[in-house]
């Protein structure tokens, strides 16, 4: 699943573009960092996957280490259900990445929209830093 990438919140320098839930890079060596919350209405529910895809090249760019949820075989404590990504890359031309997730046992909800007091969720962040 792509996550819903939607407010760029800052570019002094003009690296990237975002359109349709994909940023768009110049060719160079990126650092990246991203994460997003899961949720689920499914008992089943256990790890989410993420990882930021080069949609261009039709290539993974990097792979994140995956939540899990308390109750999943050999897990005790967390119940984070964390998708998190930190990675560095390089890109020989200008390309798109998104960021998703593969959620493993149920449906992943992205949550959107805003919390009970008014104010904006924010479900996914991603911050890129051109090296």
């Known amino acids: 699943r792509?996550?819903?990438?939607?407010?760029e919140v800052l570019d002094?320098?003009?690296?990237?573009?975002?359109?349709?839930?994909a940023v768009t890079l110049a060719a160079g060596t990126y650092r990246i960092e991203a994460w997003s919350q899961a949720s689920s209405d499914a008992a089943t529910f256990s790890?989410?996957?993420?990882?930021?895809?080069?949609?261009?090249?039709?290539?993974?760019l990097?792979?994140?280490t995956h939540g899990v949820a308390t109750g999943d075989s050999?897990?005790?404590?967390?119940?984070?259900?964390?998708?998190?990504?930190?990675?560095?890359?390089?890109l020989s031309d200008t390309a798109a990445f998104e960021y998703q997730v593969y959620p493993v046992g149920a449906t992943f909800y992205n949550v959107t929209g805003t919390t009970n007091t008014g104010e904006v969720n924010?479900?996914?962040l991603v911050y890129v830093e051109k090296i």
């Open 74 to 90: 050999g897990v005790t404590a967390s119940s984070s259900k964390v998708a998190y990504i930190k990675g560095q890359f390089t």
């Open 2 to 7: 792509t996550l819903v990438l939607n407010t």
């Open 47 to 60: 790890r989410v996957h993420g990882r930021i895809r080069d949609t261009t090249n039709s290539t993974t």
């Open 122 to 124: 924010i479900a996914a």
């Open 12 to 21: 002094a320098d003009g690296i990237g573009a975002l359109s349709s839930n």
């Open 62 to 64: 990097v792979v994140g």
